[in-house]
């Protein structure tokens, strides 16, 4: 059964520096999501991706974060300059409809993200 | 602001018995509404969606839906230990982004 990929597994990082976190969504999905879950909290979203272009992205998604698709299979999500708060497990999800159609987000393994 | 509540329990189920999880959700637009399950430093696996009010099942799981009163219901029928995790409710707009509960954490008793 086709699934939503993630690499690397868990990350540790100094703050400050640059991550990228790694997503291979399901082939035939044309929509694509980050969502972050800090630990004992909640899941949520930062950010949906449509066509090559960013289509909601939330308060949490600020000028520190970034994503991309950079070629047909990859989608990632760069987080500029690290904070503490950054720490949480990340992860990403694809859909192959639009939000009210008769799909839903399928989701990957997540990265655990640990900044120090 | 968009909300989803759940109670985060734990609410404890003697094995066999019915689990009953409840949320409700505050954006009358919501036009969506899931159940994932999420095993404790796993990814959330979806375990029912739907859509239009009333009830949908699917195996020993019915969600319910009363969108009049911004409900949604999750029945787990003839519980199992492995039934034991955390399920997260979560409502869907037009919007294109899901908004999460923060989960009811479900133990089901030997």
């Known amino acids: 059964e086709p699934e939503v990929t993630q690499t690397p597994s868990h990350q540790v990082t100094q703050m400050g520096q640059e991550v990228i976190l790694r997503c291979v969504p399901i082939?035939?999905?044309?929509?694509f999501y980050w969502y972050r879950q800090i630990l004992g909290q909640k899941v949520e979203f930062l950010v949906s991706?449509?066509?090559?272009?960013?289509?909601?992205k939330s308060e949490i998604f600020d000028d520190q974060f970034s994503v991309e698709r950079p070629d047909g299979s990859n989608f990632t999500l760069k987080i500029r300059s690290t904070k503490l708060e950054d720490s949480a497990m990340y992860f990403c999800?694809?859909?192959?409809?639009?939000?009210?159609?008769?799909?839903?987000?399928?989701f990957g393994p997540g990265t655990r993200l640990l900044v120090l | 602001q968009k909300e989803v509540e759940q109670n985060s329990g734990p609410l404890s189920v003697p094995e066999g018995a019915i689990a009953s999880l409840n949320c409700t959700y505050s954006?009358?637009?919501?036009?969506?509404f899931f159940w994932y399950r999420q095993y404790s430093g796993k990814s959330p696996e979806l375990i029912m969606s739907i859509y239009s009010n009333g009830d949908k099942e699917d195996g020993r799981f019915t969600a319910q839906l009363n969108k009049a009163s911004q409900y949604v219901s999750l029945l787990i029928r003839d519980s199992q230990p492995s039934d034991s995790a955390t399920y997260l409710c979560a409502a869907g707009g037009r919007d294109d982004k899901i908004i999460f509960g923060k989960g009811t954490r479900l133990h089901i008793l030997p």
């Open positions: 082939s035939n999905h044309l929509y």
């Open positions: 999800a694809s859909r192959y409809m639009r939000a009210g159609g008769a799909e839903t987000q399928y």
């Open positions: 991706f449509y066509n090559n272009e960013i289509s909601e």
């Open positions: 954006d009358r637009g919501s036009q969506s």
